[in-house]
């Protein structure tokens, strides 16, 4: 059984569009992350939720929408895409506590052309 | 000033050397650190943490932390081929701004 799992795993679309990455987790966990990882390999935080309450927003351009239906998923909405859109979107969830491990989806490879 | 910061390396170490990553934060309200591994086009998985100074072994890992000099280490001993891969270094701020934060990664590259 796949703990968090995130869809699609590729997505290739035009400069201008809009599109969704979807993200769910059956660990039971409380919080639930965005992070971007560009082609530097640099995990860059976007969002934090905690039972479907944002939390932190690293400034994300406001093109970026998360959803929170309920504290197993998190989508995040990409609106008007741009070429530095292009990355690895990873979906993260981890317990509430300080010794607590966060587990990852398997990436979503957004490349904008 | 960044949040967490890491050696981008490469680093390059003989198989069986000892192979040590370095990472340092600026928020002193980190409370945990962690490491993990990413290989190439695969998902972070994590390593171990640490949330007292000192020493922390498991296995051929031991991560070393002095939060006086907002210094977290790992030390990855008899190092292996199968080790190459990118070592994040991560720090968690707990309370109600609940945040784990991630530095650019360490490519580690361990030569047979």
């Known amino acids: 059984d796949t703990a968090v799992s995130q869809t699609p795993k590729y997505l290739v679309t035009q400069m201008g569009n809009d599109k969704s990455i979807k993200c769910e987790q059956n660990?039971?966990?409380?919080?639930m992350y965005w992070y971007k990882q560009d082609s530097k390999k640099f995990l860059k935080i976007m969002f934090s939720?905690?039972?479907?309450?944002?939390?932190i927003n690293e400034t994300v351009p406001n093109r970026f929408s998360p959803k929170s239906p309920d504290k197993a998923h998190l989508n995040l909405h990409i609106n008007s895409l741009e070429l530095g859109d292009s990355a690895v979107y990873f979906c993260?969830?981890?317990?509430?506590?300080?010794?607590?491990?966060?587990?990852f989806g398997q990436g979503t490879r957004l490349t904008v052309v | 000033q960044k949040e967490v910061e890491q050696n981008s390396g490469p680093l390059s170490v003989p198989e069986g050397a000892i192979a040590s990553l370095n990472c340092t934060y600026s928020?002193?309200?980190?409370?945990?650190f962690f490491w993990y591994r990413q290989y190439s086009g695969k998902s972070p998985e994590l390593i171990m943490f640490?949330?007292?100074?000192g020493d922390k072994e498991d296995g051929r890992f031991t991560a070393q932390l002095n939060k006086a000099s907002q210094y977290v280490s790992l030390l990855i001993r008899d190092s292996q081929p199968s080790d190459s891969a990118t070592y994040l270094c991560?720090?968690?701020?707990?309370?109600?701004?609940?945040?784990?934060?991630f530095g650019k990664g360490t490519l580690l590259t361990v030569n047979p």
């Open positions: 640490i949330y007292s100074n």
């Open positions: 991560a720090v968690l701020r707990g309370g109600s701004n609940y945040k784990l934060t």
């Open positions: 660990l039971g966990h409380d919080t």
């Open positions: 939720y905690n039972n479907k309450e944002l939390i």
């Open positions: 993260a969830s981890s317990p509430r506590g300080l010794d607590t491990e966060a587990f």
């Open positions: 928020d002193r309200g980190s409370q945990s």
